[in-house]
Each structure stands twice: as C-alpha cells, then as structure tokens.
C-alpha cells in the first residue's frame, strides 16, 4: 500500500533464469525412463505364474514387484498368445542356426548334383542327334 491508502499494481518480472515451461516434468519423465527395472523374459514368466497360482492377489503380486496391474495383465495375454501359437503350430517350431547352415548345405549339394545331371542329360542329347 502507498502512503495516501491506495494500492499499487504490482508487476511481475520475469526470471531470466527460469525454465521452459514442461521442463521439470519432462526431465522427470526422462528419469524415471532411464531408471525404470527391465524384466528378463524369466522374470515375466515367474511373475505370471505366482499369479496362476493364486496363492496371493494379483494387486499384491503387483506392489511386491513394482509393476501396475495393467502390465501384469499385459504379460499374462502374451503369455497365453504364446502358448496358444505354440500348441497350435507344434510342428511349425522355428529352426535352430545348426539345423539351417546343415538345410543350406544339403540344398547347395543337391543344386549341384541337378546342375551335374542336366548338363549330362544334355550332353547326351547333342549324341544322340
């Protein structure tokens, strides 16, 4: 207040220092990413599992392992896609890298004994004309 009763309009001066605005949460958000638990596929096995079990809550499950109910869900459906695609395709089951490189020199071999045949063949042909 002044000196005659009135009150003076006060200005505010912008702080030449301050940060962006979103600044603070968006360094936080970068935190928290950088410091977020990564769990192993094992990790998301053994968790869904105590969960079939059914021993304790899943909310329960949830706080003890640090994880919102929403991931436990999530891994529990891809667990059971999983599970369902593997009993549905048992004889598709992907091969191993020994079981390719043994395939591809099985099939490079039998290229070059079509190749050594067809040449014959033709060979063959050009003889009898």
């Known amino acids: 207040m002044a000196m005659d009763g009135t009150t003076q309009p006060q200005t505010q001066t912008p ?10 949460a968006r360094i936080i958000r970068q935190v928290k990413r950088a410091t ?3 769990f192993t596929a094992e990790d998301k096995i053994r968790i869904v599992l105590e969960g079939f079990r059914k021993e304790l809550p899943i909310s329960d499950i949830c706080r003890r392992e640090g994880i919102a109910p929403s991931i436990y869900y999530a891994w529990l459906k891809q667990f059971m896609e999983g599970g ?3 009993l549905r395709g048992d004889a598709l089951r992907g091969a191993s890298r020994d079981e390719v490189s043994i395939l591809k020199q099985e099939n490079s071999q039998l290229k070059e004994l ?10 063959f042909k050009k003889r009898l004309l």
């Open 36 to 38: 977020r638990k990564k």
């Open 84 to 86: 369902k695609d593997r």
């Open 114 to 123: 079509v190749g050594e045949q067809s040449l014959e063949l033709s060979l």
């Open 15 to 24: 702080l030449a220092d301050s940060p962006q605005p979103g600044g603070a």
